[in-house]
């Protein structure tokens, strides 16, 4: 299982980086290969200053060895081994009429003392976060997401789409971070569900990513801006900010356990704005999107 995940990784992330080299038609990816001591490495991939695309990261790492301390303290076990691999991704758009994409896709495993497996799981998800709200973009990027999870189980979705909603939530805000979309984790081998059943869910999501997304980027990359569309999508991306370095589990496990600081910072934007007591004009379309952002909301039936 392993083995076949690393292989559909690698394969997902040359897909989408060539077409989001396409979309921008300027920047390309830059490729950073590092080895983590511990054991395994990864493959970091940036774009940066393009005319689409301001900042994004699409990265894979496939990392083992003996389990952190941290996540022996989550598992109740002395001493284990383990094994983990993944892509995550994040893309940050220039124009602040498109939306930011955030998707991972993962898998784990441990062992015991002679190397058998004790334990494994897929996790995962992707979501949005719009500046400008469209709703016929959020109504898209979700009947994607309904799509594929409905070719595995009808109540996939529903269950993916509110654990994303809870997930994203800038408590201290009391805000969504955006518009949601999915977020699964411990997929394991459950009530007749496989392994390989698993599998085949989450790489189905994962290749409706591009789906998912693209289409909103060609719908919105045109629309003409000015700066204080600009200084909005600034002052949102430090709400973005704010919810990966105080709340995601993910970026706060890699601070603790020694995990590379470029690959684990990458999803933060390149420039931000926290303007004090910021409030957004009554009516406006930035209006708009907060009161959408305090209210999870059901987009597709």
């Known amino acids: 299982m392993k083995d076949q995940f690393v292989n559909y990784i690698k394969n997902l992330q040359d897909s989408i980086c060539s077409t989001i080299e396409t979309i921008d038609g300027e920047a390309t990816f830059q490729e950073d290969l590092w080895d983590r001591p511990e054991g395994g490495g990864g493959r970091t991939r940036v774009i940066e200053n393009g005319n689409v695309f301001e900042k994004g990261g699409v990265n894979i790492s496939t990392v083992y060895g003996e389990l952190p301390e941290a996540l022996r ?19 940050h758009p220039k124009n602040p ?3 930011t994409v955030h998707a991972n896709w993962r898998y784990f495993e441990m062992y015991d003392t002679k190397g058998n497996i004790v334990t494994q799981w897929f996790g995962g998800g992707q979501d949005l976060t719009p500046y400008y709200l469209f709703e016929e973009d959020a109504v898209h990027f979700h009947s994607i997401c309904k799509e594929a999870c409905d070719k595995h189980n009808d109540t996939y ?3 993916y789409k509110e654990t994303c909603d809870n997930y994203f939530w800038n408590a201290h805000r009391n805000e969504a971070r955006g518009v949601g979309g999915l977020f699964f984790d411990y997929l ?6 496989t392994m390989q059943n698993h599998y ?27 700066q204080h569309h600009k200084d909005w999508q ?3 991306r430090g709400r973005y900010v704010e919810f990966n370095l105080v709340h995601d589990r993910g970026t706060l496990f890699g601070l603790k356990t020694n995990g590379r600081i470029e690959s684990i910072l990458m999803s933060l934007p390149p420039t931000v704005q926290w ?24 987009w597709v039936n």
């Open 275 to 298: 303007k004090y007591n910021h409030h957004p004009e009554t009516g406006s379309e930035e209006e708009k999107l907060i009161n959408v952002l305090r209210q999870p909301k059901n």
């Open 188 to 193: 394991k081998e459950e009530n007749g569900c």
């Open 234 to 236: 600034e002052v949102r």
């Open 200 to 226: 085949n869910f989450v790489t189905e999501v994962g290749n409706s990513f591009l789906s998912s997304y693209i289409p909103i980027v060609e719908r919105r990359l045109n629309i003409p801006y000015e």
């Open 157 to 159: 979705y529903k269950k």
């Open 73 to 91: 303290k989550q598992f109740t076990v002395d001493q284990a081994d383990f094994f983990a691999c993944g892509l995550s991704l994040v893309i």
């Open 97 to 99: 009429f498109i939306p």
